[in-house]
């Protein structure tokens, strides 16, 4: 299928933006080669990488779902495309700023807002159909563009945001035909384009047909979303107007973590091996596989569903530690969905719930005890002309500096030491990935007099690291606060790896 209609449609809009002051810059990442003088004495990298793309998105790591739409005032989780566009009736004006503060008082960067799922129904004035929401006669829907609301409420609140536009579309009569591609779901995706390029993901749903009032022919249709939807094509269009954009899913530049449980595999690779790989595999990556694709964890704050329902209450703070822990704690990033019900606001069962998690999340994960402690290393490269590898990077709390062993070093000792006892629960750590995730083994030992050390977390897998991974010291995720550990030290061994391990950060709480 060609999309030079996209193309078209896209580099008009890039032109536009660039016209009124956004920046057109392709970034690309440079690697030592052996043609390139290695004057910073960096170490060599491991394929995959992440593009720099990529790199942004996983920096993101918690942010929120809002499922929102026709499903809310119809009670259903997959309308069929045949609602009247009335029943869309808010009982106030919908405040996207609302959804975006609530979640920011939980520690979330940012949100992806559902303006179309599978029912076809658009909330913004799409001029692919006439099944959006300015066609509702409602008072409270007249007037509002929730893709439009949403694009400026983040931006001044400074967070990240993105549109979920779904591929499959239950009203369409035109959906199985090369048509509804080029004059449906590709203009969507250029008009959503165009609310900002900053945007930092767009989702597309691996659903592909089925059943649907298509139009009034009331059939079942299916496709193959390999191919229907040329997703290269749609991949490159997206990216030269929003260069930092990740297409989720179907758009294949992050994974599916394989569940909607809320959790990664312990041993999590970024490592996949695009189309081939099975989707249950999503929990664990492929240590050797050919492409980066970090896994994304999709899970509901509520107990009934996707869409708000009424009765439906969130999870337990507690809760929502553990997941946090098995998510953004094992490579992963965190999509937790938040609904707004009738009101067009997340109601205040969730308000509450989401803003005693962040405090929550506040008081076990800030204070940082490694800024106080003497850090020392087994081995550390030689500096470059103007980089350091010193241990010492591993607390400065910069993504860009990093501890580096020397070459060959695959068995190495990070030691933490304080003068005085301190209570301990959590280590991360996080590996500098723009050079590829390494470690394959680790160990988490402690020391109350010094010298005498004890291992810690011997109930959890301590095989891969990643961007970030949270060990609870206890074993425990699901009651890791505990009472914790008197230490007058902490030491890191890693054991082995794909070659000399690279570290950004590690922190010990």
């Known amino acids: 299928m060609n999309n030079r209609f996209l193309h078209g449609v896209l580099t008009a809009l890039a032109l536009t933006a660039s016209a009124t002051g956004f920046a057109q810059t392709n970034t690309v990442m440079t690697l030592q080669t052996q ?7 960096e170490p060599r990298p491991v394929f995959p990488v992440p593009t720099d793309r990529q790199w942004k998105w996983q920096q993101t790591e918690f942010y929120a779902f809002f499922h929102y739409g026709m499903n809310t005032y119809t009670n259903k989780e997959w309308g069929k495309g045949d609602e009247n566009v009335n029943i869309f009736n808010p009982t106030e004006k919908p405040d996207p700023k609302q959804w975006l503060e609530v979640v920011k008082e939980a ?6 807002a559902v303006v179309k799922h599978h029912d076809g129904f658009c909330l913004w004035p799409t001029t692919t159909t006439d099944h959006n929401i300015s066609r509702s006669s409602s008072p409270n829907a007249q007037g509002v563009n929730i893709a439009d609301l949403f694009a400026k409420a983040a931006q001044e609140l400074k967070m990240k945001y993105g549109f979920y536009v779904s591929p499959w579309d239950r009203n369409s009569g035109l959906y199985g035909t090369d048509k509804y591609v080029k004059d449906v779901f590709l203009k969507q995706c250029a008009e959503l384009a165009q609310y900002g390029s900053d945007q930092f993901e767009m989702w597309f749903d691996g659903a592909n047909g089925g059943d649907g009032y298509y139009g009034g022919k009331n059939k079942v249709i299916n496709i193959d979303r390999a191919t229907y939807y040329d997703v290269p094509n749609l991949r490159d269009s997206i990216h030269k107007l929003s260069p930092n954009i990740i297409l989720w899913g179907v758009g294949g530049e992050a994974r599916w973590i394989g569940n909607e449980d809320g959790w990664a595999g312990e041993t999590n690779w970024c490592n996949e091996n695009r189309g081939t790989a099975p989707e249950r595999n999503g929990m664990y990556g492929t240590e050797n596989g050919w492409f980066w694709l970090p896994g994304e964890s999709d899970a509901k704050f509520t107990d009934q569903g996707w869409f708000w329902h009424p009765g439906c209450e969130p ?11 098995e998510t953004v704690g094992r490579n992963a990033t965190l999509i937790l969905n938040c609904p707004p019900d009738r009101s067009g606001k997340i109601p205040q069962n969730q308000a509450r719930r989401l803003k005693e998690f962040g405090t929550m999340l506040k008081n076990r994960l800030s204070n940082n005890l490694a800024k106080t402690a003497a850090v020392e290393a087994t081995s550390t490269r030689a500096n470059g002309q103007t980089r350091t590898y010193a241990a010492g990077n591993l607390i400065d709390e ?5 501890w580096a062993a020397e070459d060959e070093v695959k068995d190495v000792t990070l030691t933490f030491k304080w003068n005085n006892s301190q209570t301990v629960r959590y280590v991360t750590l996080q590996e500098y990935v723009r050079l590829g995730q390494r470690v394959k083994s680790f160990s988490i030992e402690y020391t109350t007099d010094g010298s005498t050390w004890k291992p810690l977390a011997s109930k959890v897998k301590l095989t891969t690291i990643g961007y970030k991974r949270i060990i609870p010291l206890n074993g425990s995720t699901s009651n890791s606060y505990g009472d914790g550990f008197d230490a007058k030290g902490i030491r890191i061994h890693i054991k082995d790896a794909k070659a000399c391990p690279v570290l950004s950060e590690i922190a010990i709480y």
Request: hydrophobic letters at 30%.
């Open 398 to 402: 910069n993504a860009d500096t990093y």
């Open 35 to 41: 043609n390139v003088p290695n004057t910073e004495n």
């Open 315 to 325: 999870m337990t703070a507690e809760r929502t530690f553990q997941m946090y822990l």
């Open 107 to 112: 520690g979330m960067k940012g949100g992806i």
